[in-house]
Nanobody, 128 residues
Framework: SRLVESGGDLVQPGGSLRLSCRGNGYWLEHRAIGWFRQAPGKERVGILCVASGGQTHSVDSVKGRFTSSRDSAQNAVFLQMNNLTPEDTGIYYC???????????????????????WGNGTRVTVSS
């Protein structure tokens, strides 16, 4: 895979994690990167997208808790997740987005246009 996620772990409610999305022979600096979550028994949905210029779209449930940043030297995009709740449990994926324009206003169906180049995911479990 040309995108590789890492950083998933078991964390207690209220805790924090930072996920990484690294390019494997795939330069991320000028690409929009979307973050997706697949909760147990549910479809994979978008939660946050960071455009090449730094503009970010995020769903309401993660606003104020999740942020994304880039490190060009590491060829990586990061997802900082704070104040985690059990509802944040799932497999997290990063993917290249054609744009960070959301395809819907529905958080439970969130997606972004032009998704391709998916990573294999990293598991986050929020539990006491």
């Amino acid at each position: 895979s040309r995108l590789v996620e890492s950083g998933g772990d078991l964390v207690q409610p209220g805790g924090s994690l930072r996920l990484s999305c690294r390019g494997n022979g795939y330069w991320l600096e000028h690409r929009a990167i979307g973050w997706f979550r697949q909760a147990p028994g549910k479809e994979r949905v978008g939660i946050l997208c960071v455009a090449s210029g730094g503009q970010t779209h995020s769903v309401d449930s993660v606003k104020g808790r999740f942020t994304s940043s880039r490190d060009s030297a590491q060829n990586a995009v990061f997802l900082q997740m704070n104040n985690l709740t059990p509802e944040d449990t799932g497999i997290y994926y990063c993917a290249h987005a054609g744009s960070c324009i959301p395809t819907t206003a529905r958080e439970d169906e969130m997606n972004y246009y032009g998704m391709d180049e998916w990573g294999n995911g990293t598991r986050v479990t929020v539990s006491s």
